[in-house]
């Protein structure tokens, strides 16, 4: 019933930047939340950043200041903007859109494919 799609990650070295894609098709509920997972060799998936359909948004502690999360409901697209790329924010970066209905119970949860972000001199 959706679809997530994400696009533009690569190769960057320590303190470059990345501009992350996330394309949203399908059943999108008025009241959403589209996130950013990422999940570093190794580790376990790990919450990146949140933005709902109000626009409220909410970051680890570990990317604020230097990741914005940002959503064009026209396009049902979610950014992620990456400043000062560490190494240690190398990983596969996940989209995730939870559908809610106005009751405030979630309907639904969705991921992306996931695309490869390496932070590497």
């Known amino acids: 019933q959706v679809q997530l799609v994400e696009s533009g990650g690569g190769l960057v070295h320590p303190g470059g930047s990345l501009r992350l894609s996330c394309a949203a098709s399908?059943?999108?509920?008025?009241?959403?939340?589209m996130g950013w997972y990422r999940q570093p060799p190794g580790k376990q998936r790990e919450l990146v950043a949140t933005?709902?359909?109000?626009?409220?948004?909410n970051y680890a502690d570990s990317v604020k200041g230097r990741f914005a999360v940002s959503r064009d409901n026209a396009k049902k697209t979610v950014y992620l903007q990456m400043n000062s790329l560490k190494p240690e924010d190398t990983a596969i970066y996940y989209c995730q859109l939870r559908n809610f209905y106005n009751t405030g119970v979630q309907a639904s949860t969705s991921w992306g494919q996931g695309t490869q972000v390496t932070v590497s001199s």
């Open positions: 933005i709902s359909s109000g626009g409220s948004t």
């Open positions: 399908g059943s999108i509920f008025s009241i959403n939340v």
